[in-house]
């Protein structure tokens, strides 16, 4: 739950621009499409961890207000990454779901990975909530 309206919540991360600000793997993100963030628009990413790389993100889904799906490169996986949004007046309840599988040798590796992955989406998703019921007093 985050004590925000889902339109503030769903703006804030469809901008996929803000994610280093959340995500602590994340150095950099640009968008490199035209226009405002929407379905199909593409973002390049640059990671720290597990280790320096660039990779490609794209809105596959855009449901304003309601749901966000962003498919792409997650470190040595690849997969989705879906934001579902629940408005409760002045709250938001925010789901996170991920599909991830690995590259080439790493897809029969990925599912180890899970606990830790389930970890720092947690970590991310606690930060995100607190950045943005933060930013309430602000103008």
């Known amino acids: 739950m985050i004590n925000r309206p889902a339109g503030e919540v769903f703006k804030y991360l469809a901008d996929l621009e803000n994610l280093p600000r959340w995500n602590y793997a994340i150095a950099e993100t640009q968008k490199v499409s035209p226009g405002p963030p929407a379905q199909g628009t593409v973002y390049l990413q640059t990671r720290t961890l597990p280790r320096p790389m660039q990779e490609t993100l794209e809105i596959s889904r855009y449901e304003h207000d309601r749901l966000l799906a962003v498919t792409g490169g997650f470190g040595d996986l690849e997969g989705t990454s879906t ?56 103008p």
């Open 83 to 138: 934001y579902t949004l629940e408005s409760n007046g002045t709250t938001t309840r925010l789901t996170n779901e991920i599909e991830l599988a690995g590259r080439g040798l790493l897809r029969a590796f990925s599912g180890l990975a899970t606990a830790s992955i389930r970890r720092a989406v947690a970590q991310n998703l606690d930060v995100l909530k607190n950045l943005l019921e933060s930013a309430a007093g602000t």
